[in-house]
């Protein structure tokens, strides 16, 4: 499992996809950013003291 899987098992929280695109001509960058549609169906566990 990877790291960001287990953060969304663990903690229901909902992953954004985010990444960079190079624009022609050296004119700068773009960055996108998206909500996965993937949902966590699992419960966050509690947190220990």
Do not use: D
Not at 13 to 36: T, V
């Amino acid at each position: 499992m990877t790291l960001p899987a287990r953060l969304v098992q663990q903690t229901g929280a909902l992953p954004l996809l985010i990444w960079g695109e190079r624009l022609a001509g050296g004119r700068g960058y773009r960055i996108r950013c998206c909500r996965s549609k993937a949902r966590s169906t699992a419960r966050p566990r509690p947190r220990r003291p």
